[in-house]
């Protein structure tokens, strides 16, 4: 999934910035509330948007109006379409259809703890107890060293050679993408799409859920989200295929769970609150 001139002239004009045709051109009247829309919150947006290009400064407006629409998590306001901002629009777009927000789905969102054994990839009280809180100094104390570059998955001309987490885990995932680099040729971790870096440390809410993710705790990593989405299960999901089965492997080695092998949603995520 990724946003389109449609979607953006839709979510202006549902917030009042824009009353043309939505005929996914961003021409003069598109154009004109965007800039109105950007200047009047500028602090608030992260980098200098005036450099930006046309789409870029829209989908920009969009995360703007949908995080002062009630869409919090949308993320950065960077004008770039990560995970989190086609999540807030999805839920966005629920809203405008149904009348309704969209309620939790996920199978691990529940208003208590269970009371008997938790389960392998720990609870929100478990991680808390284990790893510390939530937002933490030591979510984001960890360093991994990278043995290939990671492209950034929503600006793919954009790579990183390190990334944050969790102190306790770093060592550990520096293994697994050791193993990684061991076990697929560079060709193949393109064509697999395992250089494609969805993220890590971020604090906020499961996607689909109502209690905190594995990212908010630095113990989380996403892969190739736009060909792993949130609920494709393994007839869609890149990841899913059998030569992916030793990136899971790899990881696995290592501590990691994949919430795709146990549970059929979200291929793109490994977490380590089992180790």
């Known amino acids: 999934m990724s946003l389109s001139n449609f979607d953006i002239q839709r979510v202006l004009r549902a917030a009042g910035y824009y009353s043309g045709s939505l005929d996914g051109d961003l ?10 829309l950007l200047q009047s919150r500028s602090g608030e947006v992260a980098g200098n948007w005036t450099f930006w290009g046309t789409q870029r400064r829209g989908i920009a407006a969009l995360q703007l109006i949908l995080k002062h629409a009630g869409f919090p998590d949308v ?36 208003p208590e703890e269970p009371t008997g054994p938790a389960p392998s990839w720990g609870t929100q009280r478990d991680m808390d107890r284990r790893y510390g809180p939530a937002g933490g100094k030591q979510c984001t104390a960890g360093v991994v060293n990278l043995p290939f570059p ?6 793919k001309s954009s790579t990183v050679r390190t ?8 060592a550990s995932a520096e ?9 697929y040729s560079p060709e193949d971790i393109q064509t697999l799409g395992l250089d494609l870096f969805g993220g ?20 989380a990593i996403d892969t190739d ?18 030569d992916a089965v030793e990136w899971f492997r790899c990881w696995e080695a290592e501590g990691w769970l994949s919430l795709g ?15």
């Open 150 to 155: 990671l492209r950034i998955a929503w600006d």
């Open 163 to 170: 990334f944050r987490c969790h102190e306790e885990v770093a």
């Open 261 to 275: 092998r146990a549970r059929d949603f979200d291929w793109m995520h490994v977490q380590a609150p089992g180790l």
């Open 27 to 36: 021409g003069p009247k598109s154009k004109a509330g965007i800039e109105k």
């Open 75 to 110: 993320g950065a306001i960077d004008g770039l379409a990560g995970m989190l901002t086609l999540q807030a629009y999805s839920d966005w777009d629920h809203l405008q259809q149904t009348g309704e927000r969209p309620a939790p789905w996920r199978p691990d969102d529940t």
């Open 225 to 242: 989200p736009e060909r792993n989405q949130l609920r494709w299960d393994h007839s869609r999901a890149r990841l899913a295929r059998p």
């Open 175 to 183: 293994r697994a993408y050791r193993r990684v680099a061991s076990a």
């Open 200 to 219: 890590c440390y971020n604090y906020r809410n499961k996607r689909g859920g109502s209690t905190l993710s594995t990212h908010a705790y630095g113990l």
